[in-house]
């Protein structure tokens, strides 16, 4: 396989859209899987931290973050079945934390579902500490662990 990677902003376009809808629905369950008016809410928020990562002309993963007061708060990241464990979720986290300190800040958040145990361990790979628990958090009841990171 080719595994160059080109991170990029999402372009509001509907074969970009499908092939994220695809990624959402393959990776999360139906609770958790971001609806087409989700991706439309973050996209307005800040377009530019809505980042894909292309591989071979498709569409392998996406990231969505936004700019908070205080810090980046980042929404999701999910990456195509196909091409999980080659960097592709550690590309477009280096592309956002660069983006994120390009604003001045200086701290990055994201909830991550408790039982989700290949996110967790992702998140402390990439360097991201727990803070926090929020019970009832996803509706199905389940807790959030709050994770954050520093930038240095
Ligand atoms: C979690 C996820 C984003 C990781 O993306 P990825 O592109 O496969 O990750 P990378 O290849 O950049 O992995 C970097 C490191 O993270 C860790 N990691 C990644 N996936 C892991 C897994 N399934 N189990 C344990 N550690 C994992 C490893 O240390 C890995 O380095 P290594 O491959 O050299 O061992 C991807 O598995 C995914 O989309 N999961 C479903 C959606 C999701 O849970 N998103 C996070 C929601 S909070």
Redesign the pocket.
Known sequence: MNTEITIRQLAWQESELQQILK?ETS??NAFDAYQLEDFERWFHYNPDLCLVAEMEGRI??YVITRILPRHGDLA??????D???????????EATVERVRAYGKKKIT????KN????L??????GFITFGRQPDFYEDGEEAILMKKVLS
């Open positions: 990624i990776v999360f392998a993963g999701s990241l999910a990456i195509h079945p091409y999980h464990r080659l960097g592709v979720g550690s590309a477009l986290l994201i909830e991550v579902r989700n145990l290949s996110g361990a992702f998140w402390k790979k990439m």
